[in-house]
T-cell receptor
Framework: GENVEQHPSTLSVQEGDSAVIKCTYS??????FPWYKQELGKRPQLIID?????GEKKDQRIAVTLNKTAKHFSLHITETQPEDSAVYFC??????????FGPGTRLSVLP | SQTIHQWPATLVQPVGSPLSLECTVE??????LYWYRQAAGRGLQLLFY??????ISSEVPQNLSASRPQDRQFILSSKKLLLSDSSFYLC???????????FGEGSRLTVL
């Protein structure tokens, strides 16, 4: 089955710097890769996603890149702000029925 | 637009008592429905998913069970809670024709 790894597990950046979180997946049949942001005590919320027919997608300060050959995808956050502090989860679509999530990255943006 | 409701939001139960968490989705039909569990500071563990009424797939053996009595209703149950069942439980839905997964607000269960 699908296996998703995520690095780093924790990340601290200064406000205004960029943050990058990387995920790798094992099943080449996976074709949909979402990213979720979870603030403390709240539900995960979808912030951006990418499908396997696209190499990059951007939404304001957030971007996701996908390398199908290497089976990895990354979340890029530019001009980080304190409200970006949260836990971020990547996921890979496992045959259209359920997702396999990465273990999460705790991002801290220091003022 | 689609919405997902999950209740109760918080629950404190004694060991050995039963559990029932309920989730309903509005604004869509025939969604895929999911129950996840998240221990404090940890990742998302898939417990059950359902692609239709009465169809339940279990990912992790435990003392929990799930049922889908109606198209947009998903219930998580236990006959006898264990201390280790204390966790944050999240219901989620996914449309049949989209890839996006949306979570309910979660139910925080404490077993004493």
């Amino acid at each position: 089955g699908e296996n998703v790894e995520q690095h780093p597990s924790t990340l601290s950046v200064q406000e205004g710097d960029s943050a990058v979180i990387k995920c790798t997946y094992s099943d080449s049949a996976s074709n949909y890769f979402p990213w979720y942001k979870q603030e403390l005590g709240k539900r995960p919320q979808l912030i951006i996603d990418i499908r396997s027919n696209v190499g990059e997608k951007k939404d304001q300060r957030i971007a996701v890149t996908l390398n199908k050959t290497a089976k990895h995808f990354s979340l890029h956050i530019t001009e980080t702000q304190p409200e970006d502090s949260a836990v971020y989860f990547c996921a890979a679509d496992n045959y259209g029925q359920n997702f396999v999530f990465g273990p999460g990255t705790r991002l801290s943006v220091l003022p | 637009s689609q919405t997902i409701h999950q209740w109760p939001a918080t629950l404190v139960q004694p060991v050995g008592s039963p559990l029932s968490l309920e989730c309903t989705v509005e604004g869509t039909s025939n969604p895929n429905l999911y129950w996840y569990r998240q221990a404090a500071g940890r990742g998302l563990q898939l417990l059950f998913y359902s692609v239709g009424i009465g169809q339940i797939s279990s990912e992790v053996p435990q003392n929990l069970s799930a049922s889908r009595p109606q198209d947009r209703q998903f219930i998580l149950s236990s006959k006898k809670l264990l201390l280790s069942d204390s966790s944050f439980y999240l219901c989620a839905w996914r449309g049949q024709d989209t890839g996006e997964l949306f979570f309910g607000e979660g139910s925080r269960l404490t077993v004493l």
